[in-house]
């Protein structure tokens, strides 16, 4: 009996502490509404550029829809814990929502709400059949067992799935998400719909449908985007010293992909802090050091720097490819690279952004230089619908295909309107959905 007390009174004061920890976070700027204005505010200035109706302007400005959710989950030792998470849709215009799931302590409501936004707007700039969604759990994963996390991803396909669908929204891998997570989340789906129905999720595991070079497609992506930059610069990639901010899936394969090219790949970080080495890290070992340790500020190669020593090396290409808001209008002033690369989703502000764009330095954008993970995440629901499995070589080169083409331009167009890479992407991929709105009918001011 005193034992049963004291375990309830544990898990009063783990729920009172769960739930303060909630609200700090809802508290934090950053985390809360600025996020979504900062993304409105840049959608604003590429319709007042393209003149866009204001139908459309009306649709987008908020999301067509967004599921907030509870998805409660039995704890190894028995007590229960529910985690605030949503499923956003943002646009659907162009074809079913897509984006990723993201497990992380930071995710809020504005945050989904963002992130699906730029889904939506990624999509278009590269030319694919389907609009913008995005989901998140709030919550710190390092903190559950494998078990746990099995639960929570069944749970969260449990709470969405009435919304969720091959012709309708297409959950993948995003932060703290990956092949196992998506393995979990299309049994759970198939399980609940009584079908197979492997379109429904991509990034899966391959026996469940998931399609060769989906795990390295973003950082395949990113690099076939610098290597653009690069020839329009006239630059060799020996030439070219790179840092990158981040060392999970997309900064890993970006990393030993650019080295492999001949980047100079002279820093990586994770949350723990970085490494440098003047001459190129090998990357290899820096993932097989941050695999046995946990993180990569115990990892032996190189001088240790910190997260924020990163932003600020004097390398030509700073590789942004963790989380967003990293460069802001108070660090901006520190950077000191030829170029940044958005690999992350929103991870430079609009003010700071601004600042970068007085300083000459370019930026190439998320909603360009991130794609290859949703490019062949389509690729992967193409197969599925079709019942086909690609090579690995056939996807790549669809991908490269596909991208370069796009990627080209949006390079063009910066090139002859004199505007930025972002504000290029943006009008490619807003003026495509603008499209899409407008054809299906019902616009008042466009007759
Ligand atoms: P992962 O969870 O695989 O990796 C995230 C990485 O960022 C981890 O190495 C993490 O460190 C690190 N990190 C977190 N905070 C910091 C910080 N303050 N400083 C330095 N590093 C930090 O996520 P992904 O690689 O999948 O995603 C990264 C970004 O790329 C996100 O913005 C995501 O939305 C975007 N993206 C990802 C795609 C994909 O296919 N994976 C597709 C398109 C965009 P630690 O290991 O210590 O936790």
Known sequence: MAKATSKKTKNAKKEATDQSHIEARALTPQTGAALFEDARSRLEEVFQALDTPHDARSRLMQPAASLQVSVPVRMDDGSLQAFPAWRVQYDISLGPAKGGVRFHPDVNQHEVTTLSFWMAVKCAVVGLPFGGGKGGVQVDPKQLSSLERERLARGYIRAIADIMGPDRDIPAPDMNTDAEVMGWMIDEYENIKRVRAPAAITGKPIPLGGSQGRVEATGHGALTVLDLWAEQENRKPEETTVAVQGFGNAAYHFARQAAERGY?????????????????????????????????????????????ELLALEV?????????????GDNVGDVAAGMVLEIANGPVTSDADAALEKRGIDVLPDVLANTGGVIVSYFE?????????????????????????EA???????????????????????????????ARGNCQDCR
């Open 316 to 328: 030509d290409v700073l590789a942004l490819a963790a989380m967003e808001n990293q460069v802001t």
């Open 408 to 438: 080209r331009q949006v390079l063009e167009r910066a090139r002859d309107e004199k505007i930025t890479y972002r504000q290029a992407a943006y009008r490619q991929g807003i003026e495509r959905i603008t499209e899409a709105l407008l």
């Open 381 to 405: 629901w193409l197969q599925n619908r079709a019942g086909q499995a690609w090579s690995e070589e056939d996807v790549n080169q669809r991908l490269d295909e596909k991208l370069e083409r």
């Open 264 to 308: 100079k790949v002279v820093a990586v970080s994770d949350s723990s802090g970085g490494i440098y080495k003047e001459e190129g890290l090998d990357i290899d070992a820096a993932k097989k050091a941050k695999q046995k340790h946990g993180e990569l500020a115990k990892c032996r190669q190189g001088k240790r720097i910190k997260g924020d």
